[in-house]
C-alpha cells in the first residue's frame, strides 16, 4: 500500500489540469482497500482510474484511492465461450489486446479508449456500435457501508448510455474491485458502425478489428500521450420525436438515430451547426477534427474549460433548444 500527501494530479488526470490532492492512495488487495476506507473514513473520497473521464475543478481536500489490482484470468470455459475476470486496476486497452491474441470477440470495438477496467463498467464505454454493457456478466465490489464485498449482476448495474448504477444512487458506495466479461469464441461482428467495415477483411478476427478501430480513432481523437482531453465532453442528446422533427424541418441534413427511448441527434453536428468550431477559452480550444472534443493546448486552467464548455452548451441551446449534458464529470 502506498500513502502520500499534498500531491500533484496532473500525472493523473488526462486533461491535463494542475491541481494537487491532500492524500493518494493506491492499494494492492481488497484488504489493503479496506484499511484505507477504515482510517480515512472521516474525509471525502473519490476512486479514480486513469482520470480520462473526469475534470478536477479544484485541488481535491480528501483522499484519492487508486487500484493497483491489475490482473485478469479466466473464470469459467464453454463450448462456445471464455469468462474472463479483469481486476479493476488493468488499462482496458490492455485487456482488448489479451483477449484480440486470445482470438476472443466482444471488446475488440472498445480498443484505444483510455482508462482501467474498473471505470469502464462505471461509464459502460463504448464505441464502434458497442458498449462495455454487452459483454459485462457482473461487477465484482467492495461495499463501502458494510466493508464486504459483493457481486452485482448485469442488471443490477443498471446500465445505459454512458450509464451505471455507479452513477446514481449508489455513487461512491460500491468500489469496482473487477469485471467479469463473456467473450465468444465464435466471430461476433459490429461492424455496421462508421466505415469501419470498409477498412477489413471479408471475415475479419479479433486484432483486424482492433488495429482498424485504432486507425480511425487515431485520425479523430487526439492521443492521449499528446493532448490533453476527456475524450467526448458531451453526450449525444435523445429527444423526443417532436423535438427532432422540427429540427429537421428547419435543417433537413441533420444526421439522427431512432432509438428506443427517442431520438438521438449526434452532439458533434449540433456544436458545428452552433458556430462553435474553434471556439477557445484561454487554453482550452474545440478541437479541430472532433468538435466534441474540448483539448488542453498547454496551460488551461478547470475555469477555461468550464467557461467554454457552457459557452459552448449556451450556442447549441440557442441553435437548436437543445441542452447538451456533459459526459465529462467534474470534481
Ligand atoms: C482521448 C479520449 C478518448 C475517449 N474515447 C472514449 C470512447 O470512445 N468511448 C467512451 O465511452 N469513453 C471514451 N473516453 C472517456 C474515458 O476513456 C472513459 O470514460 C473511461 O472509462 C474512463 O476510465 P478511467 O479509468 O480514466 O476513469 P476515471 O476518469 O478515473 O473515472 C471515471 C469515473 O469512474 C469512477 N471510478 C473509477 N474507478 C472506479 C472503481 N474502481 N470503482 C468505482 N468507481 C470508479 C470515478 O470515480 C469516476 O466517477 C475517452 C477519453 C479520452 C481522453
Known amino acids: 500500500m502506498q500513502i502520500q500527501e499534498n500531491i500533484s494530479l496532473l ?41 480520462s473521464n473526469l475534470l478536477f475543478t479544484k485541488d481535491y481536500d480528501g483522499i484519492i484511492l487508486h487500484s493497483a489490482m491489475a490482473r485478469a484470468r479466466a473464470v469459467k470455459e464453454t463450448r ?11 488499462v482496458l486497452d490492455q485487456l482488448i489486446e489479451q483477449l484480440c491474441d486470445m482470438n476472443l470477440y466482444g471488446l475488440e470495438n472498445l480498443s484505444h479508449i483510455p482508462g482501467e477496467t474498473g471505470a469502464a463498467a462505471v461509464q ?30 448485469n442488471a443490477a448495474c443498471r446500465f445505459g448510455y454512458r450509464d451505471s448504477v455507479f452513477k446514481h444512487e449508489a455513487t461512491g458506495r460500491y468500489v469496482i474491485t473487477s469485471v467479469t466479461f463473456r467473450l465468444s469464441k465464435k466471430p461476433v461482428y459490429h461492424l455496421d458502425y462508421g466505415n469501419l467495415r470498409d477498412a477489413l477483411p471479408a471475415t475479419p478476427s479479433p486484432t483486424d478489428i482492433r488495429n482498424a478501430v485504432i486507425r480511425i480513432r487515431q485520425s479523430k481523437l487526439p492521443e492521449v500521450s499528446q493532448t490533453g482531453s476527456a475524450g467526448s465532453f458531451f453526450k449525444n442528446p435523445v429527444v423526443a ?28 453536428w449540433l456544436i458545428e ?25 498547454g496551460n488551461a ?22 441542452e447538451l449534458q456533459r459526459e465529462v464529470i467534474y470534481i
Not at 464502434?128 to 457481486?151: F, R
Not at 420525436?241 to 458533434?268: R, V, W
Request: glycine share 8%; hydrophobic share 35%.
Open 11 to 51: 500525472p493523473h488526470n488526462t486533461f491535463l489540469m494542475d491541481v494537487s490532492a491532500r492524500y493518494w492512495a493506491e492499494y494492492g488487495s481488497v484488504e489493503e482497500l479496506r484499511d484505507l476506507l477504515r482510517r480515512f473514513a472521516d474525509m471525502p473520497n473519490l476512486f479514480i482510474g486513469q482520470g
Open 241 to 268: 420525436e417532436e423535438t427532432a422533427d422540427k429540427l429537421l424541418s428547419k435543417h433537413p441534413a441533420m444526421p439522427y438515430y431512432k432509438q428506443t427511448d427517442g431520438i438521438k441527434i449526434p452532439a458533434a
Open 124 to 153: 459502460n464505454v463504448g464505441a464502434y456500435g458497442v458498449e462495455a454493457k454487452d459483454a459485462i456478466s457482473e461487477v465484482q465490489a467492495l461495499d463501502t457501508t458494510t466493508l464486504q464485498p459483493c457481486t452485482l449482476t
Open 80 to 90: 462456445d465461450e471464455v469468462h474472463i475476470e479483469a481486476q479493476s486496476g488493468l
Open 273 to 297: 451547426q452552433a458556430g462553435c468550431k474553434g471556439m477557445k477559452s484561454g487554453d482550452a480550444e474545440v478541437y479541430e477534427h472532433q468538435p466534441l472534443v474540448i483539448v488542453n493546448r
Open 301 to 322: 486552467t478547470p475555469e477555461d474549460v468550464m467557461t467554454l464548455a457552457q459557452s459552448i452548451q449556451e450556442k447549441v441551446k440557442e441553435f437548436s433548444g437543445i
